[in-house]
C-alpha cells in the first residue's frame, strides 16, 4: 500500500497574531446570497454595521468601513488629516511602526522617528519630550500602536494623550489598534484620539479584508484643508453615503454580513467580559513561559499584551526552524519574528474567539515541540499555565458565590 502523507488529519491550531481562526456562526454570516448593495436591505446591514462598530471603538462620532486591510486604514488616516511635507512623530516600537513610517515616507511625510528598544516598549515621556522641543509646533500628528504586534507590547494610550496635553501640544493622536480592538480594552473618544486605525482580522474574528478609520471632531475638521492626494481613501465621499447607509463603491457585501454578527457576538459575551478572558489567557501563556525557563521578548511587565506573546530562545538555537518542526509535527502555527531579533523568537496569539482548552491544547503542542527542538526547557510550564487558569476560574466562582 502507497502511504497517503497529503492529509493532516485534525484542526490547524493556528496560534499567530492573526489573522485568526473565523467562528463558524461568522462563516455562515457570510456565506450568504449576495444582496443588491444598492437596496434597501444592504442599507439595513450597512447601518447595523455602521453604528455597531462606533460600540467597539467606544465612540459616538463616525466610523469609516474601508474594504482593506489594515494598512489600507494606515493610509487613509494619513491621506485624509495631512499634507505633503508634513512632520509626524512616531516611535519605533517594533516591526510595524517602522512599516507606518515607511508609509509616511512614501506618502512624502516627515517622520521624526524616535529610536527604541524593541523590549521596553513606549515610554510617553519621550513624546512629550519631543513635542516639546517643537517649538514652532510643526509636528501635525503622533502615531503610536496600541498593540504592537510584532513585540508584544501594550502602550498605555490614555498616558500618551496626557503627554501631548502636557506639552500643550495641537498635534493630531492617531492609534493603530490592528492587533488589541475587541481584545483589549480600548476608548476613543474617552482617550482623546483622533483617529483609530483598526482591522477586521484579529479581535473582530473575520477574514482579512476589512479595515477602520474611526474619527473624531478635530480630525474631521484638519481633514477639510488636508492637499494630500486621495481618492479611494477620501473621507468625505464615505461619510456622505454611509448617512444613508450606502458606499461610493460596491462594498465588501459578505464582510458586511459577518461583521454584524461579530459585532452582536462580542456584545453577547460583554466586552468587558471579552477583555478579561484575553488577560486570563495572556496571563496563563507568561506562566507557561516562565514555567520552561524562557523570556518574554517585552521586558517590561507594565506593558505585556493581552493578544501575543513573544517567547526568547536560547542562543543557539533558531526559532524560524522551532516553528517548522512545530508546524510539521503537531500542525501548530506561531507568528515569526523581525528585525534585530529575527530569528530569536517567536510569537504565540491567544486572541479572537478563543477559550482556556483552545489555549491548553496550543501550550501543551508548544512544550513537546520545544522539547523535540532540542530547546532547553523545565518541564511542567504547560502544567504551571493550568494551574493559574484553575485558580483563576476558582477565584471567580468563589467571588460570585459570595
Not at 10 to 36: C, K, Y
Not at 140 to 166: F, M, Q
Request: hydrophobic share 40%; net charge neutral; aromatic share 6%.
Amino acid at each position: 500500500m502507497v502511504k497517503n502523507t497529503s492529509r493532516v488529519p485534525g484542526r490547524h491550531a493556528l496560534h499567530i497574531p492573526g489573522p485568526t481562526p473565523v467562528p463558524d456562526r461568522i462563516l455562515r454570516a457570510i456565506d450568504t446570497p449576495i444582496i443588491d448593495h444598492r437596496g434597501p436591505e444592504f442599507s439595513k446591514l450597512a447601518k447595523r454595521c455602521l453604528d455597531g462598530i462606533k460600540t467597539i471603538f467606544k465612540t459616538t462620532n463616525p466610523v469609516i468601513i474601508y474594504t482593506a486591510t489594515g494598512t489600507g486604514a494606515w493610509e487613509g488616516a494619513l491621506v485624509n488629516t495631512l499634507s505633503p511635507g508634513d512632520r509626524v512623530l512616531m516611535v519605533e516600537t517594533g516591526q510595524f511602526a517602522n512599516q507606518w513610517k515607511t508609509m509616511a515616507e512614501r506618502l512624502g511625510l516627515k517622520p521624526e522617528f524616535i529610536k527604541t528598544d524593541w523590549r521596553q516598549g513606549l515610554d510617553p515621556n519621550v513624546i512629550e519630550t519631543a513635542l516639546r522641543a517643537d517649538k514652532n509646533k510643526e509636528i501635525k500628528a503622533v502615531c503610536v500602536l496600541h498593540n504592537e504586534t510584532s513585540t508584544g507590547a501594550l502602550t498605555p494610550i490614555a498616558e500618551v494623550r496626557k503627554a501631548i496635553d502636557a506639552a500643550g501640544h495641537p498635534a493630531l493622536l492617531m492609534v493603530d489598534t490592528i492587533s488589541s480592538l475587541a481584545s483589549a480594552d480600548y476608548r476613543h473618544d474617552e482617550w482623546g484620539v483622533d483617529v483609530t486605525v483598526g482591522g477586521s482580522q484579529k479581535g473582530l474574528m473575520l477574514p482579512p479584508g476589512m479595515s477602520f478609520n474611526a474619527v473624531s471632531d478635530k480630525a474631521l475638521a484638519v481633514g477639510k484643508t488636508s492637499k494630500m492626494t486621495k481618492s479611494f481613501w477620501a473621507w468625505d465621499d464615505m461619510l456622505n453615503m454611509n448617512k444613508v447607509g450606502y458606499f461610493p463603491y460596491t462594498p465588501a457585501t459578505p464582510m458586511l454580513q459577518g461583521l454584524a454578527v461579530a459585532i452582536d457576538m462580542l456584545h453577547e459575551e460583554g466586552l468587558d467580559n471579552v477583555f478579561a478572558r484575553h488577560a486570563r489567557l495572556a496571563e496563563a501563556t507568561r506562566r507557561a513561559i516562565g514555567g520552561w525557563g524562557l523570556e518574554n521578548l517585552n521586558k517590561n511587565a507594565s506593558q505585556y499584551s493581552p493578544t501575543l506573546t513573544a517567547v526568547m530562545l536560547p542562543d543557539g538555537h533558531n526559532a524560524d526552524q522551532f516553528r517548522a518542526l512545530a508546524l510539521e509535527i503537531f500542525n501548530i502555527s506561531y507568528g515569526a519574528s523581525f528585525g534585530a531579533y529575527a530569528g530569536k523568537y517567536f510569537r504565540i496569539g491567544h486572541l479572537g474567539d478563543i477559550n482556556d482548552t483552545m489555549l491548553m491544547g496550543g501550550l501543551a503542542a508548544t512544550e513537546m515541540a520545544l522539547q523535540l527542538a532540542g530547546v532547553p526547557i523545565k518541564k511542567g510550564g504547560a502544567q504551571a499555565a493550568m494551574d493559574y487558569l484553575v485558580s483563576a476560574h476558582g477565584g471567580a466562582k468563589k467571588q460570585a458565590a459570595e
